[in-house]
């Protein structure tokens, strides 16, 4: 009588030889190959249509590790999409005891331009965010200083933190990531910076990278990744990746628009999956923000179709 150890091997030679008559190698990666051509001709056909400049996706599933991935190595003007690093500093440097989320700190509208240190301002009227005005003179934490950044798009918000982490350690911080094309130099409405070309420039590459390691709890630590994804999850504006996705799914994201701008990056949570997916979508050359958020609600459907064939 065969012993047990090599009766159990027996069972599992079987077994395997079973799931390779069924799925024989090479299989799942050709139909995994054939969904991503099917997707990307989907999106390419999308993006033809729209009239758009150029458009770019990183799309990552921390699930099963399927990407599609579309010009993600072109550079764009961050927009607001650039709050999203200056967040994930603001809590590095709380868990290395540089800052307290729970300082308050002033209120101000007076900074620095990086073209040459003359003073500039954010006008309340451009702002997404106009109620902190208010308390100028005054103090806020940095904790709600983050979430109105955030959530509601505060520029003056975003002002106010940049210059208390500094571009600079943004930066080492992205980095650090493998996020290397990404530039976060200065504040919002910057406008002599603006005019010598010194912006804040992203790709949907370095975008995903950020957001990969917010969704896998390895950024910062899994505390402040949590934490992080609660705050995006508050976002106010969801006409772009949300609005092409069932109601039960979950995005915690962060919008980014100016002039023919507009973008969407985000971490998408679907009811039934063990694991959320990163998906990233810029978008240039559409003056038009309702046809750019139509464009990028369509991309983040055809995604999610795709992901669940």
Request: positive net charge.
């Amino acid at each position: 009588m065969p012993s047990q150890p090599f009766r159990r091997i027996a069972c599992c030679l079987f077994v395997l030889w079973c799931v390779l008559c069924v799925f024989p190698p090479g299989h799942v990666a050709g139909q995994t190959g054939v969904r991503e051509a099917e997707v990307k001709r989907k999106l390419r056909e999308l993006i033809a249509a729209s009239g758009a400049e150029t458009v770019a996706v990183a799309f990552h599933d921390l699930e099963t590790g399927w990407e599609v991935m579309l010009d993600e190595g072109a550079s764009f003007h961050a927009a607001s999409t650039m709050k999203v690093p200056v967040m994930l500093e603001l809590f590095r440097q709380a868990r290395a005891g540089r800052l307290s989320l729970d300082a308050r700190v002033s209120v101000r509208n007076d900074f620095k331009s990086i073209a040459d240190g003359s003073s500039f301002s954010v006008a309340s009227a451009d702002d997404a965010e106009p109620s902190l005005y208010k308390q100028i003179g005054g103090s806020e934490t940095v904790r709600r200083l983050l979430h109105l950044m955030i959530t509601e798009s505060s520029n003056l918000a975003t002002n106010i933190l940049i210059e208390l982490v500094t571009p600079q350690r943004v930066m080492e911080t992205m980095r650090g990531l493998g996020a290397k094309d990404i530039r976060v130099l200065r504040g919002v409405e910057d406008g002599k910076a603006f005019a010598r070309g010194l912006n804040n420039t992203t790709t949907a590459r370095d975008l995903h990278l950020i957001l990969k390691a917010i969704a896998a709890r390895r950024a910062v630590s899994k505390k402040a990744s949590d934490e992080m994804v609660r705050v995006l999850l508050a976002q106010k504006f969801n006409e772009g990746l949300p609005a092409g996705l069932p109601a039960a799914a979950r995005v915690a994201h962060k919008t980014g628009s100016i002039t023919k701008i507009n973008h969407d990056a985000g971490i998408i949570y679907v009811p039934g999956r063990r694991k959320p997916y990163v998906l990233v979508v810029l978008t240039r050359g559409l003056a038009e923000e309702k046809r750019a958020h139509r464009l990028i609600a369509d991309i983040s459907k055809a995604i999610y179709e795709g992901m669940i064939k």
